[in-house]
């Protein structure tokens, strides 16, 4: 498979990204399987590369200078590869072998190493290509410190590609975000990269492993959870038959 390039885009300089980004790598990527059943997800190959150096060279183009990672399944694996990269963000692990503390509890744990507020938390079992402009700058140009605790970059439901999913939130005019009810279907769905600021996860958060979900809630209620618009193309490639048909799309890129 040919290595895809993304293409040099129109950066925002003028605007702030957080120097510290959480990259969620800790799943045990069973969805993936078999591709996974010896190597983590973030290692799984997509378009010459694994997943995690997609996440870390889009974080490295934006300017963050520091990736708290979290590791759980074939942790040593994981760390040795990231030990080998002789560029981008300084890479600080967040060490969950001894449990698998999910989203919001992974969070949690990697606090103490994320000395930035806010913050980037990326999936790192994701794929995008920046649109017009890079994606994380424009995330981080929407950012409003006073009206937000968290903001989620969305893609149309119509354009989530390799997703089968029914949608994650509505928006209103403001950004302002809501669920989409159990039944229903929603237009618009989280592509796994949000900023955040350390207001959201509390104080009151349970002990060992839960959810982001609890602390979207809470900022939903609050009316403080906000969402902005992806403007290129995304990849839901959480499973083996996701990964041709991401590829494909790249390859015409």
């Keep these: ?56 060279e889009r974080l490295e ?15 040593d694996m ?5 030990g080998k990269r002789r560029s981008g963000p300084e890479i600080a692990i967040s060490d969950e072998r001894a449990l698998l503390l999910e989203t ?19 999936n790192s079992d994701n794929l995008w290509v920046d649109g017009p402009i890079d994606s ?21 439901l119509a354009r989530a590609f390799c997703h089968n999913g029914r949608g994650d939130f509505h928006m209103d005019a403001a950004g302002k975000l809501r669920r989409r009810k159990p039944q229903g279907v929603a237009p618009f769905v989280f592509t796994g990269i949000q900023m955040i600021s350390k207001r959201l996860l509390g104080q009151d958060h349970p002990a060992g492993p839960f959810s982001t979900n609890l602390f979207w809630n809470e900022a939903i209620e609050a009316g403080r959870l906000y969402g902005t618009v992806h403007q290129g193309l995304w990849f839901d490639v959480g499973q083996p038959e996701s990964i041709r048909r991401a590829e494909e799309i790249l390859a015409d890129q």
Aim: hydrophobic content about 50%; glycine content about 6%.
């Design 104 to 122: 919001g509890g992974g969070l949690v744990h990697a606090l103490p190493q994320i000395d930035a507020d806010p913050f980037l938390v990326i």
């Design 61 to 75: 183009a934006a300017g963050v200078r520091k990736a708290v990672v979290n590791v759980h399944y074939l942790a």
């Design 78 to 82: 994981l760390e040795t590869h990231l």
């Design 136 to 156: 994380l700058r424009l995330l981080a140009s929407h950012w409003d410190d006073e009206r937000m605790d968290g903001l989620l970059l969305l893609v149309p």
């Design 1 to 56: 498979m040919t290595r895809y390039k993304p293409l040099a885009l129109r950066p925002l300089p003028e605007v702030e990204v957080p120097e510290v980004a959480m990259v969620m790598a800790a799943g045990l990527g069973k969805r993936m399987r078999p591709l996974t059943a010896t190597r983590p997800k973030p290692l799984v190959e997509v378009a010459g590369k694994p997943l995690i150096d997609h996440a870390l």
